[in-house]
C-alpha cells in the first residue's frame, strides 16, 4: 500500500512534467481555451455573481488574454484555487497564467521558478478589527488573536512585523477568506489582517461595514499581479504586454467606447501602434494584429476595470491611490509600445 | 553383478531451472522479481528526470533555514527565528499530543458504548446504536468542522467577560469557557513539589502492591480484603499529607482577563477540542462496534457458567467476558489508532497546527519545496503508524489465548 501510493505520487509528477513542455501559446490555441488560475472567492478581485459568472478585477485580466490570445473574452476556464494550492496547479501546467492578487516576492520568482509579469495592484497588509475593540494602531495589538489567511506572504509579515514592534500575538492560521471572515464576524479573532485591498473588499460584505475599521498602519509592500510559468518567454511576454495594453490605453486615452473608432487609424502613432493599425507588434507576439484592440474592447482600460470592480463608486471603495498613472501621481508606468 | 544401482549422483544442471519442479517457481519469481524492480526503477528515473527537465531539484536545505511564521500551539520553545526543521517538530509534537489524546479518549467512549451496547435495558442499548450509526456514518472532517463552529458560535468571545456586568463569567472563577477555546488553570511548581510528585508516584506504586497482595491473598486463602477504599487512601493521603506538611508547595496560576485575551493558565485552543472530540467520537463508535464484536464473540455459556458461580453482571462483565474478548477486540482496535492518528491530518480544516499545517502547510508554501515536504510528511506518518502498531502487538501478544 505504501509503496503504491510512492509510486502513484512519483507516476503524478511525471505525468505533470509532461504536460508542462510543450509552448503555452500553442497548447492554449488548440484547446481553445484558456486556464486561468483566480481567487476561490474575494468580492470585487475574483467571485462568481448571481449568475454563476466570475467577475472582478483579476477576472478582467484573464478576460483580457483570452481575448487578445483567442479572440473571445469568454473562453476562459477559471480554476479556483488556495494559496496553498496555487503555485503548485501552475508549475505542474494545471493552468496557463495565474491572476490571483498574489505577491511579487523573490523567492517566487527566483527560487520557484515563476515569472511574474507585472503589476496590476500596488498593495500593503493592513489590520481590520471591530470598532467596538477601540483599537486605532496596530502597535495596540499586544496580546490580541489574529486570523490569517495560511501560505501567504501575510503570514511572514505579521512575524515581522510583531517581532520588530516586540509585542506578542496569537496567530489563528485559516485556509480560505471566508473561513478567517466568519471567524472575526464570530469573534474568535480580534482582527484579521491581509492585503489592504482584500479587507476593504470583505468589509464591502458585512452587514454593518461602519462597525469595522482598518487600521491606518500598512505593514509591508505587496505588488499583486499576475504570472506565468518559467520557461517559456513567448508566452510570459503575452500576458505581460496585455497588462502593458490595459495600462497604455488608459494613458493613450483609449476606452471600451473609443477603441473601434481609434483602430480606423488616428495621428497618435502610439496608438495605432497598440490597435495594431501600424508596427505590427501583434504579429511579433505570435498573435493577431488587433490583439489589443480585442482585449480592450472586452474589457476596457486600466482605469475602466478599477472603477468597475474595486474604485470609489463601487461598494469596495478603494481610492486609485498608488494605484493611478505616473502621470497622476501613481506607480502605474507602461513601457513604451515600440 | 549388481542388479541394483543407486541412482545416479544428480549434479545441478542450468535446465533444471526450468524442467524441475523444485527450482522451477525460483527460477519464475526471480524473474519476476527484476521485472518488478525494473519497473520501479524506470518510474523512478522517469521522475527525476522530469523534474530535473523542470528544474526542480530535491534538496533538503530548506530545513536549516528560519522559518518566518509564528506557531500558536508550542509544545517546545519555538519563534519565527526558528528553523523549517523546528517548526516540523512542532507540529510532530502536536499531532502526536491530538493522537494520544484522541485514542485515549476514543478507548474509553469507545469500550462504553460498546459495552451498553448490549445492555438489556432497552433505552440504553438504542442509544448506544444511535449513537455509533450517527458518528460513524458522518465523515469525520464533517464533525471537526461541526465542533468548532458549534464552539465558535454558542461560546462568549473573551469581550463578553469584561465589563461590571459581563454576559459571561468563569466556572469557578477557574476555568473560562470562550470561543477562542478553554482556559484552565496551570499548576505552578514551587521548591518543594517534586517531593509531592515523588509521592504520588509512590504511592501509586504502592497502591498496585496492594492490590496484587489482596488478590493473591484471595486466590490463597479465601480471605477477601476491601479492594476500593484502601486503594484510593493509598493513592491520595499520603500525597495530601506530604502536601501539606511542606506547605502546599503546588499552587495555581488561574486565567484571568488581560487585554485581548485571558492570560495565565493553560488555553486548550477551540481547534485542538474540536479535532480532540471529533477524532475521537468518530474513532470511538467504530471501537463500540469493536468491542461488542469482541463480547459477542464470547460464548453465552460463559456469562451463564459464571452467574452460576454466583458472580454479579458488573463481576461477569469485567473478570469473565471482557478479558477473554479482548484477544478479539485488541487486533482491529490498532488499525482505529492507525486510523485516528492519521486522520488527525485534517487538522488544517480548523487551523490547527500538526505536522501537516506546518511542514505540509505553511512551510510547503514558503519555501514551495513541494515533493521533499511530502516526501518527510510520508515518512513521518509511517514511523509513527508502524511505532504504534509494534507497540500494540506487544500488548497483543500479551493478552491473547496462551496456547500450550
Known amino acids: 500500500m505504501k509503496k503504491s501510493m510512492l509510486l502513484g505520487a512519483l507516476t503524478v509528477a511525471g505525468l505533470a512534467a509532461g504536460a508542462a513542455s510543450a509552448s503555452t501559446l500553442e497548447d492554449v490555441k488548440a484547446r481553445g481555451e484558456l486556464n486561468c488560475g483566480v481567487n476561490t472567492g474575494l468580492v470585487g478581485f475574483a467571485a462568481p455573481d448571481a449568475n454563476n459568472n466570475w467577475q472582478g478585477f483579476d477576472i478582467d485580466i484573464c478576460r483580457a488574454v483570452a481575448a487578445a490570445v483567442l479572440g473571445d473574452p469568454d473562453a476562459v476556464k477559471y480554476v479556483p484555487l488556495t494559496g496553498k494550492t496555487r503555485f503548485t496547479a501552475l508549475a505542474a501546467g494545471e493552468i496557463d497564467m495565474l491572476s490571483r492578487n498574489t505577491t511579487w516576492t523573490f523567492s517566487r520568482d527566483v527560487d520557484l521558478k515563476f515569472e511574474f509579469v507585472g503589476v496590476n495592484y500596488y498593495d500593503g497588509q493592513g489590520f481590520i478589527a471591530p470598532r467596538e475593540l477601540g483599537v486605532t494602531s496596530a502597535k495596540d495589538l499586544d496580546g490580541a488573536t489574529v486570523c490569517i489567511q495560511t501560505g501567504t506572504t501575510t503570514e511572514l509579515n505579521l512575524a515581522d512585523f510583531f517581532r520588530s514592534n516586540s509585542i506578542s500575538y496569537e496567530p489563528v492560521p485559516i485556509e480560505t477568506n471566508a473561513e478567517a471572515l466568519q471567524q472575526l464576524l464570530a469573534g474568535a479573532c480580534d482582527v484579521y489582517t491581509t492585503d489592504a485591498s482584500g479587507l476593504a473588499a470583505s468589509r464591502a460584505t458585512f452587514e454593518n461595514p461602519g462597525d469595522w475599521v482598518i487600521l491606518p498602519e500598512i505593514i509591508s509592500k505587496e505588488p499583486l499581479g499576475p504570472l506565468v510559468r518559467h520557461g517559456d518567454n513567448d508566452w510570459g511576454d503575452i500576458v505581460r504586454w496585455t497588462l502593458n495594453a490595459l495600462v497604455a490605453a488608459e494613458e493613450l486615452g483609449v476606452t471600451s467606447a473609443n477603441v473601434a473608432e481609434l483602430s480606423n487609424g488616428t495621428d497618435n502613432p502610439e496608438v495605432n501602434r497598440l490597435l495594431g493599425t501600424e508596427g505590427g507588434l501583434g504579429e511579433m507576439l505570435g498573435l493577431d494584429a488587433d490583439w489589443a484592440a480585442n482585449a480592450l474592447a472586452v474589457t476596457g482600460n ?37 | 553383478m549388481t542388479t541394483l544401482t543407486d541412482p545416479p549422483q544428480e549434479s545441478f544442471r542450468l535446465s533444471m531451472l526450468l524442467n524441475d519442479t523444485r527450482y522451477r517457481s525460483y527460477t519464475f519469481q526471480f524473474i519476476a522479481l527484476i521485472c518488478l524492480v525494473g519497473f520501479i526503477g524506470w518510474l523512478v528515473s522517469n521522475a527525476a528526470q522530469n523534474l530535473e527537465d523542470l528544474g526542480q531539484d530535491i534538496s533538503y536545505q530548506f530545513l536549516g533555514e528560519s522559518s518566518g511564521y509564528d506557531i500558536n500551539q508550542r509544545p517546545i520553545a519555538y519563534d519565527s527565528q526558528s528553523t523549517h526543521m523546528r517548526a516540523a517538530i512542532v507540529g510532530v509534537l502536536n499531532t502526536l499530543i491530538v493522537a494520544v489524546l484522541g485514542c485515549v479518549t476514543a478507548t474509553i467512549l469507545g469500550v462504553v458504548a460498546g459495552v451498553l451496547r448490549l445492555s438489556n435495558n432497552w433505552i440504553v442499548s438504542k442509544l448506544m446504536a444511535v449513537y455509533v450509526e450517527a458518528f460513524r456514518n458522518v465523515p469525520v472532517l464533517i464533525w471537526i468542522l461541526i465542533i468548532f463552529f458549534i464552539m465558535t458560535a454558542s461560546l462568549p468571545g473573551p469581550s463578553a467577560f469584561r465589563g461590571d456586568d459581563p454576559s459571561a463569567s468563569m466556572v469557578l472563577d477557574a476555568f473560562a469557557f470562550t470561543n477562542r477555546g478553554v482556559y484552565v488553570p496551570k499548576p505552578l511548581w514551587l521548591d518543594g513539589s517534586m517531593i509531592v510528585v515523588i509521592t504520588f508516584l509512590l504511592s501509586i506504586v504502592a497502591m498496585f502492591a496492594y492490590r496484587r497482595y489482596a488478590t493473591k491473598l484471595l486466590f490463597d486463602t479465601g480471605r477477601l480484603l476491601p479492594m476500593f477504599w484502601p486503594s484510593v487512601g493509598i493513592l491520595f493521603l499520603p500525597t495530601l499529607i506530604m502536601f501539606f506538611l511542606l506547605g502546599r508547595p503546588i499552587g495555581l496560576e488561574y486565567p484571568e482577563l488581560r487585554g485581548f485575551n485571558f492570560q495565565g493558565g493553560i488555553q486548550v485552543r477551540g481547534s485542538l477540542i474540536a479535532l480532540w472530540f471529533a477524532l475521537a467520537i468518530y474513532t470511538g463508535a467504530f471501537i463500540a462496534e469493536n468491542v461488542r464484536a469482541g463480547i459477542q464473540a464470547i460464548s453465552k455459556g460463559q456469562t451463564e457458567a459464571a452467574a452460576s458461580l454466583g458472580l454479579r453482571p458488573n463481576r461477569i462483565m469485567n473478570l469473565v467476558i471482557l478479558p477473554q474478548a479482548l484477544r478479539v477486540i485488541i487486533p482491529p482496535l490498532i488499525s482505529q489508532y492507525l486510523n485516528l492518528t492519521k486522520n488527525s491530518s485534517l487538522a488544517i480544516a480548523v487551523g490547527y497546527m500538526d505536522v501537516t499545517g506546518t511542514l505540509g502547510g505553511i512551510t510547503l508554501n514558503q519555501t514551495g519545496r513541494a515533493i521533499e515536504a511530502i516526501l518527510l510528511l510520508m515518512l513521518f506518518y509511517l514511523t509513527i503508524s508502524l511505532a504504534i502498531s509494534a507497540v500494540m502487538n506487544v500488548y497483543n501478544n500479551a493478552v491473547k489465548l496462551k496456547e500450550r
Open chain 1, 302 to 338: 486600466y482605469g475602466e476595470i478599477f472603477e468597475r470592480h474595486i474604485g470609489e463608486n463601487t461598494p469596495i471603495g478603494l481610492a486609485r491611490g498608488l494605484n493611478a498613472q505616473w502621470t497622476e501621481g501613481g506607480l502605474l508606468y507602461a513601457p513604451p509600445f515600440r
